[in-house]
């Protein structure tokens, strides 16, 4: 009785903690893992988060077609096979649970997710979370209500088997074969196809109670580049919680390459979202992985006004970060609410600075939101931009050849960079089978056709059969 009381108080020991001990040991690893030009005071990553996951070789098949599209050309070819998808998460989520420790964001991402039976869905996601992970599903958002209540609801008892869904909608011009639009002229005709899909996520939740996190992703290329602006401002009252924008590289289907895509720089694109936004948007203010590959702004309209969380240029804001990360490292503040309670104690109780810091960073922000009375009239309402700038193939696969034999060093500048930015990456798919985590760039680049290759043995051709019906007409409801 004894041991199974002291065992019973070292596991809540544990659980209570600011971090779980597997967590730390990841987050120690990754740290030592980066290159030194990452490592700083604002690096994120192997301090709060170990990187984002995403799985690969799953369900790689898409209904729709882009301009550019990041898959190789032999994916539309794999059948969709749901119990191969759970039995490849389950596999490729065990290993990145023993890597990365727990409470990881991952993404059910391959091809389109709602090609999935709404039940193998629900499946999938079941398995993620039984890995500690916190599931986004990936989609084009050209799927109905029927689809997801589906996949919210138990078939059996119509109650929610989710009590929370986290959905990201990629939308732009350069996608045809949306039902009701298959060739948008602009972006601005997708704006109804942007309202439903966020529509059919707040009826879920007045009708079932299950809420969601939803984010729009969008390619940019020399064609659209000039309508970023007006998206972000159309779409701002939506219901997205992230914007997410990936400038077109060279990686993928080579037969969907239709423009000179280095015509405009990261900076181009960044400098359109704050055009949009009508506010600076503070992205040093902290960092994930490097910046040639990952830029986030964190904050939150107030009114019309976007007010940016932490100052760039304040080394306040800074040493109050710093100080955040050393009370809490990696606490997951999406755990049960008295857990959390319980684990901010105990960060603060090893880190007390934080308390004053954390206060002057919220004084802070409310000079910048117009002062107290603003806050009251209009609660904050967070928002946060993102820009992900994926590097071109014929970089990568030299550059991963070279990491693969232990090298972190080349003669040619354009090779080195790519070295180091796979290095720092932020985000990665698991292989087991070779005790490896890959770059997404370098699983898109260089693994993707060989796996596409190897699932048609596996799984068979896709043929055509049990394809959804495509309404000739308006945005899906």
Excluded at 183 to 201: I, K, V, W
């Amino acid at each position: 009785m004894l041991r199974r009381l002291l065992a019973a108080l070292r596991d809540l020991e544990i659980r209570t903690r600011p971090e779980h001990p597997d967590l730390t040991a990841a987050l120690s690893r990754r740290w030592d893992e980066l290159p030194a030009h990452v490592k700083g005071p604002r690096q994120m990553l192997g301090t709060r988060t170990a990187g984002c996951e995403g799985t690969h070789g799953v369900f790689p098949r898409c209904d729709l077609a882009c301009t550019p599209c990041y898959h190789a050309r032999s994916a539309n070819a794999v059948r969709t096979d749901g119990a191969h998808t759970v039995a490849e998460i389950d596999r490729q989520f065990a290993y990145l649970r023993a890597r990365r420790g727990p409470g990881q964001y991952a993404q059910l991402i391959g091809g389109e997710v709602t090609l999935l039976d709404a039940e193998d869905h629900a499946r999938a996601l079941t398995a993620l979370h039984a890995h500690e992970r916190k599931p986004m599903s990936m989609s084009h958002g050209d799927f109905d209500y029927t689809y997801l209540a589906a996949l919210a609801l138990d078939p059996r008892t119509a109650a929610p088997r989710f009590r929370h869904l986290s959905f990201a909608g990629h939308f732009d011009s350069m996608m045809f074969g949306r039902r009701g639009l298959r060739r948008p002229p602009d972006e601005a005709s997708l704006h109804p196809f942007r309202q439903a899909f966020c529509d059919m996520f707040a009826r879920l939740e007045r009708e079932h109670g299950v809420t969601s996190y939803l984010a729009h992703n969008m390619t940019v290329t020399p064609r659209n580049l000039g309508e970023v602006a007006e998206v972000v401002r159309a779409c701002r009252d939506m219901g997205f919680r992230m914007f997410s924008f990936q400038p077109a590289a060279f990686i993928g289907n080579e037969a969907r390459w239709k423009d000179e895509y280095r015509s405009c720089s990261g900076d181009d694109v960044w400098a359109e979202i704050e055009r949009g936004v009508g506010a600076r948007l503070h992205f040093r203010a902290l960092q994930i992985g490097d910046e040639r590959c990952n830029r986030t702004a964190y904050g939150a309209f107030v009114g019309e006004r976007y007010v940016p969380l932490l100052d760039e240029d304040d080394p306040r804001d800074e040493a109050a970060l710093v100080a955040f990360v050393r009370a809490f490292g990696g606490l997951d503040f999406a755990a049960a609410r008295g857990l959390v309670a319980v684990r901010v104690l105990r960060g603060v109780a090893r880190h007390p600075v934080i308390v004053p810091r954390a206060l002057g960073a919220a004084r802070r922000f409310t000079r910048r939101a117009g002062g107290p009375r603003a806050l009251l009239r209009s609660p904050p309402r967070p928002v946060t931009y993102v820009m992900h700038s994926f590097m071109d193939a014929r970089h990568v696969r030299p550059a991963w050849t070279a990491l693969r034999a232990g090298r972190h060093e080349d003669p040619d500048p354009e090779i080195q960079e790519t070295i180091d930015r796979l290095r720092a990456c932020s985000y990665a798919m698991s292989h087991p089978e070779e005790d490896v985590l890959v770059p997404a760039c370098a699983q898109h680049s260089v693994l993707d056709p060989l796996e596409n290759r190897a699932l048609l043995d596996l799984l068979g051709p896709h043929v055509g059969a049990g394809e959804r019906v495509r309404a000739a007409d308006g945005p899906s409801t």
